[in-house]
């Protein structure tokens, strides 16, 4: 058994095991490798996102916490490979590490038969990805943090010509599009609604500062689409809908 398999046979092994989990003695001889090869690779589940538990004392081992992960999926091959395909678009800075991790959960989460199929089929897909220019990872997490939490950025800012502006912003959404990704926001400076490209953004820091913007007037045009309207740009309700 290769490693692949092996790491996925191990989180199901936990899975089934149930709250009484197991010790990595009795997985080191289900799988005729060493305890310190166990401990290698439920470390290595631990950070693909397996939410593993660990118990002490005698009788302490590993399980999964199935508070935090996944029922067996019953996928067929086909929507396996949508969501994988739909993952994969996920490049974004923001977005990237969580949907690999997504992944990894969908695919610990569905039965083996069902995932060899699905594999077979995506040998098949090829995808094509137009690359695009992607913030600074540790400013795009910084306004996406003041979108989330309603805070004022600090921000600085560089223009189309190469001139560098130092503002105040109260960031509204993140628009993430096919040329770029891009923040609406209230600029203080030019007191009105303005659109940043997140790439030209070379610095951003939340302030302790109460956000005074007045109500949004108009739509925001961002590379010819209207991000306001429900054509152009998806909403809560579109991206989980309710269950029926």
Same mark, same amino acid.
């Given at each position: 058994? #290769? /490693?692949i398999d092996r790491l996925y046979a191990l989180a199901e092994e936990l899975r089934a095991a149930g709250p009484r989990g197991r010790t990595a003695r009795q997985l080191a001889a289900r799988f005729e490798v060493s305890v310190r090869t166990i401990e290698r690779d $439920?470390? &290595?589940l631990g950070q693909a996102g397996v939410p593993l538990a660990t118990k002490q004392g005698r009788t302490g081992g590993y399980s999964v916490d199935r508070a935090m992960s996944l029922p !067996? $999926? #019953?996928f067929t091959a086909r929507e396996a490979m949508a969501v994988a395909v739909a993952l994969s678009h996920s490049g974004h800075v923001l977005f990237a590490r969580d949907a690999r991790t997504a992944l990894q959960?969908? =695919?610990?989460a569905m039965p083996r038969p069902a995932l060899d199929e699905a594999r077979t089929a995506a040998a098949k897909v090829r995808l094509l990805v137009r690359p695009v220019p992607d !913030?600074?990872?540790e400013v795009a997490e910084q306004i996406w943090r003041a979108v989330r939490d309603n805070q =004022?950025? /600090?921000i600085a800012y560089t223009d189309v010509g190469g001139v560098e502006t130092l503002r105040e912003v109260e960031p509204q959404h993140v628009v993430v599009g096919p040329n770029g990704s891009y923040m609406t926001?209230?600029?203080h400076l030019r007191q009105e609604e303005r659109v940043f490209r997140m790439d030209r953004i070379t610095k951003a820091e939340r302030i302790p500062m109460a956000p005074r913007r007045p109500p949004a007037t108009g739509d925001v045009q961002v590379d010819g689409f209207e991000t306001k309207l429900p054509a152009? &740009? $998806?909403r809560p309700e579109d991206l989980f809908p309710t269950p029926t």
């Open positions: 058994m #290769n /490693r $439920l470390s &290595a !067996p $999926l #019953n959960k969908i =695919v610990a !913030p600074d990872g =004022v950025l /600090r926001a209230w600029c152009a &740009a $998806l």
